[in-house]
Every structure is written in structure tokens, then in C-alpha cells.
């Protein structure tokens, strides 16, 4: 299905794109690093990098970071009306299902739910006449 005229040619059309764009987008690299090919000194002073950007070690990042631990207002933000989705029902605090969930879902979701419901549940049959026998012999 893919060999057709048609996809050989954009095949082809691509792969020149893709040299022709390459060449442009290295070109733009070496002028955003400072690269110039023209000159024989490949090695580009990077002295005014600290200008732009700090380094920093991991561990320091680690030790200016306060354990969750010590003020817990600081991290946590209460929203008012934040809806607590159960992950079995899939309904919110006050019984209703999600926004996003369409109707065809939620009636199907009900469906399965009560399928699941009758298998979990203890059934109260009545015994046989063997289990009767084996209950009062014991």
C-alpha cells in the first residue's frame, strides 16, 4: 500500500527537506553557540555563560530544600469544593459521577458494578442433604 508512485515521489520530496532544512538548522545552532566556521579556532570561550545561568550541585539543591515535614501549611493549599472521586463507584462525595464520564459510560459502568456485586456477595442457599448430614455429625 505504500509503494505507490505517489508515496515514492513525497518519499523523495521529504529526504530533500530534510537536507535542505538540516543545513539551515545547523547553520542557526553554530550562530546561537558563536560557532563561526570560518575562523580556524574551533573552541569557543564560554566565560559569559555564567552571565546567563548558575550551576549548582544536586546535594546543594537538596539541603535549601526544607523536609515536608516542618511546616506542612507551607506545601499544602486547601481548595474549597474539590471533589474525592471513589476509585471503585467512581462517584464524587455527593454521588455524582465525573464531568467528563458520558452517559453511555456511566450506564455501562452501572451494569458492571452490579455484576460484580452479585459474585462478591454471600449467597444464602439452602444446604443439600450432604451438607446437613456433615454439620450435624460434627
Known amino acids: 500500500m505504500a509503494k505507490s508512485l505517489r508515496s515514492k515521489w513525497r518519499r523523495k520530496c521529504r529526504a530533500v527537506k530534510r537536507e535542505r532544512y538540516g543545513a539551515k538548522e545547523l547553520a542557526r545552532l553554530k550562530k546561537t553557540l558563536g560557532i563561526d566556521e570560518n575562523t580556524t579556532q574551533q ?79 454471600k449467597q444464602s442457599k439452602r444446604l443439600t442433604r450432604r451438607q446437613k448430614k456433615n454439620a450435624q455429625s460434627k
Do not use: C, F, L
Request: no cysteine.
Open 43 to 121: 573552541d569557543v570561550e564560554m566565560s559569559d555563560i555564567t552571565e546567563i545561568a548558575t550551576v549548582t550541585d544536586a546535594q546543594k539543591i537538596r539541603e535549601s530544600v526544607k523536609p515536608e515535614g516542618e511546616n506542612p501549611q507551607e506545601g499544602v493549599m486547601e481548595v474549597e469544593g474539590k471533589r474525592i472521586y471513589n476509585k471503585r463507584t467512581m462517584k464524587d462525595q455527593y454521588g455524582n459521577y465525573p464531568v467528563w464520564m458520558n452517559k453511555r459510560k456511566i450506564v455501562k459502568h452501572k451494569k458492571g458494578r452490579g455484576k460484580n456485586a452479585k459474585a462478591t456477595a
